[in-house]
Nanobody
Framework: QVQLVESGGGSVQSGGSLRLSCTAS????????IAWFRQPPGKEREGVAA????????FYANSVRGRFTISQDNAKNTVYLQMNTLKPEDTAMYYC?????????????????WGQGTQVTVSS
């Protein structure tokens, strides 16, 4: 069983930045795959980015590639999502999720463990 806790959400203006954190209850290299998903109001949850914590391989949705960066800090058991050049369409509840591999990283039903979410609101 892995517990995940997200933090770092907030309200920013368009063009601003935020860094989200996902802290795990165990060594993240054991978790193997941690992903970030988001769910805008009234829409389905979508995959944003993922990382193989054992090797650092990263995956991104086309909508965030070049603006968002996923990274990890093994000493803190934490995966980060640095979000730059934020747009109003990035407004959503952001969740992190864990699985033992990233083969279907963008599919939410694939993941075993979830955090409670953190809200990101981007105003124009």
């Amino acid at each position: 069983q892995v517990q995940l806790v997200e933090s770092g959400g907030g309200s920013v203006q368009s063009g601003g930045s935020l860094r989200l954190s996902c802290t795990a209850s165990q060594y993240i290299y054991k978790t193997n795959c941690i992903a970030w998903f988001r769910q805008p109001p009234g829409k389905e949850r979508e995959g944003v980015a993922a990382i193989y914590t054992g090797g650092g391989v990263e995956f991104y949705a086309n909508s965030v590639r070049g603006r968002f960066t996923i990274s990890q800090d093994n000493a803190k058991n934490t995966v980060y999502l640095q979000m730059n050049t934020l747009k109003p369409e990035d407004t959503a509840m952001y969740y992190c999720a864990a699985k033992d591999h990233c083969r279907a990283w963008s599919i939410d039903s694939y993941f075993d463990y979830w955090g409670q979410g953190t809200q990101v609101t981007v105003s124009s």
